[in-house]
């Protein structure tokens, strides 16, 4: 399946953004604290509830809960964020990474499902974004290394789906894969995800160097890195 139309929104979302507030969070994080934010969301969502500060879990920080809906606020990383941490010069991000996993959800790739983001202006023609998902019953991958042959084959199968429809995704890493004990290993986080012209073997390359510097990180059992080294360039089966 082909997703070139990513210019199209495959949910609808509201015809006006509406604003909302949070609420207050603990002290130790004030990112989102009794500000509004402008919000697109799939219908039947709610931001209504009491929202929870979800723990670290190997290097993944500031997630958020309302009942089954998790907020991430978009932080950056590397060296950037000693100067700018949280502030981006468009929502475009935030709505880029909607498509983009929006259109993987649908095409039936194994992803959280997303249920949108929202922003709010800080001035000097900056934003802070979020983006929501659904909580998926799904434990971390780097919490039990442990794959059986099924999660082994849809690991491999969901890294060359990817690179067979030429998505390239940064951030994917150890820290974004899930494990789920009904719908297998499900891949996550699609920030800086984008169509990309390169071709399969090379995406593929670029994707087992970064898992495996993410992997080294964790210091994951070298059988487990063994898997991903191994992974040659074959069609996935549709």
Not at 20 to 45: C, I, M, N, P, Y
Not at 49 to 76: C, F, V
Not at 141 to 161: R, Y
Request: with cysteine; aromatic share 12%.
């Amino acid at each position: 399946m082909s997703l070139s139309d990513l210019h199209i929104p495959v949910f609808p979302m509201e015809s006006t953004l509406k604003p909302r507030v949070l609420g207050e969070l603990e002290k130790k994080d004030s990112t989102l604290q009794g500000f509004t934010w402008h919000t697109f969301l799939l219908e039947g969502a709610s931001l209504i509830g009491t929202l929870e500060a979800m723990d670290n879990a190997y290097g993944r920080s500031s997630l958020y809960r309302i009942q089954e809906l998790i907020i991430r606020p978009y932080l950056r990383g590397g060296a950037l964020r000693f100067f700018n941490k949280d502030c981006y010069t468009s929502p475009e991000r935030f709505r880029n990474e909607w498509l983009i996993h929006s259109a993987l959800y649908r095409a039936g790739f194994p992803t959280t499902k997303p249920m949108g983001y929202g922003y709010r202006s800080v001035g000097m023609g900056l934003y802070k974004g979020l983006y929501f998902s659904e909580r998926a019953q799904a434990m971390p991958w780097p919490s039990n290394w442990i794959l059986d042959k099924d999660e082994i084959n849809g690991l491999v199968k969901n890294l060359l789906t990817l690179c067979k429809w030429g998505i390239w995704s940064p951030d994917l890493n150890a820290t974004n894969i899930l494990k789920d004990p009904s719908l297998g290993i499900l891949f996550m986080d699609w920030d800086l995800a984008r169509v990309s012209t390169l071709k399969p073997q090379y995406l593929l390359d670029r994707y087992k160097n970064r898992l495996l510097r993410s992997l080294e990180k964790l210091e994951a059992p070298l059988g487990i890195r063994s898997i991903i080294n191994n992974i040659s360039w074959t069609d996935p089966h549709d």
